[in-house]
Every structure is written in C-alpha cells, then in structure tokens.
C-alpha cells in the first residue's frame, strides 16, 4: 500500500499557498466541483452521525464504549465545525448533499443493534465493528480530500481535514482496544440466546 505518512510528499511549488486559497488553474475547475460535492456529502454524513451516535450510547452495554462514543459525539460535533471552515476558506456556504454510504453504514448499525440482544456483550461487538465501518469510510474520505486539497494548493484547508483525519484514525484505534481488550472475549463466552 502506499505510504501513509502525511510529511514525506512535498506540495509542488507553484500549488503552494499559506493563505488558503487555490493554486493556478484550481478555480472553477472539474477537481474543483468534485472536490467541493464532495464536500457536501462529509458535512451530510457528519451531521447525520451527530444524530446517530447518541442512540448508538444508549444502545452499548459497556461503560466504556458508552464513553468512548460519547467523546467521539463531541468530536463530530467539532468536525461539524472545522467542515464549515473549510467551506469558508473555500469561499463557499456550507451545504449538505445526503451521503448514500453514510446512511447505509447507520442503517446496518441500527439493524445490528435490533438483532442482538439488549445489555450483551455480543451487542457492544456489534456496536464496535458498525462504528469502525464508519470511521474506514471517513478515513478514505479524509485521506482522499486532504490530497486533492493539496493538490490544487489549498494548505489550510489540507491542515484541517488532516486534523480530522487524525482523529478519526485515533477513535478507529481505540475501538479496536476496547473491543480486544475485554469485549470480545466477554462475547465469545456468552450463550445464544433461544431467539436466533
């Protein structure tokens, strides 16, 4: 795969900008409008998961996992704000356009959360692998905006949705440690249940 880090690939010279805005020829456009639907469509899904993310507490068993997706509710509810940013640094409004494979991912960690039984552990696992499916999502997206922002000379806007990508990569990280630390081992001793 390729490399992942975000210092060793330089920003040609003539896309670099300090002051945000876009590098010769950026304006107007195709990698501009792709960029900026695209845009739309992470505003949508973060707003939708600030909806979503409170059910999804109620929902887990553990006190742990109930605050690991308490913190990353006020973590989306930051992302919400740094996206509106970004738009303004674009000289854009901020606009949603409903995102298909967000709605998709919250669906299935709705009927995830249906299908299991209420106070599991097997719930909590559930709950982990429906959140980490979304946070992929939101690492591919990130990673993808954060190049095409540099690529057309955007630096502030790069810095941003970097900051975010970070922190979305650190929440996957801690799914995983609370889910290998104790939750799914707790599940794997759990009995089914007569309803299957």
Partial sequence: ??????????????????????????KNSQLEKFFHDSLKDIYWAEKHLTKALPKMQKAATTEQLKQAIEDHLAQTEEQVARLEQVFELMGKKPQAKKCD???????????????????????DVGIIMAAQKVEHY?????????????????????????????EEKQTDDLLTEIAENDINWQAEQEEEGEEE
Avoid at 1 to 15: F, I, V
């Fill in 1 to 26: 795969m390729p490399n992942t880090s975000t210092k060793s690939k330089k920003t040609p010279a003539k896309a670099k900008s300090s002051n945000g805005t876009q590098g010769a020829g950026a």
């Fill in 101 to 123: 494979a967000m709605e998709g991912l919250i669906k299935e960690g709705e009927s995830i959360v249906e299908e299991t039984e209420d106070g599991s552990a097997t719930r």
């Fill in 138 to 166: 939101e690492i591919a997206t990130y990673g993808g905006l954060k190049q095409l922002a540099i690529t057309m000379g955007l630096e502030d806007v790069a810095e941003l949705l970097n900051q975010t990508l970070e």
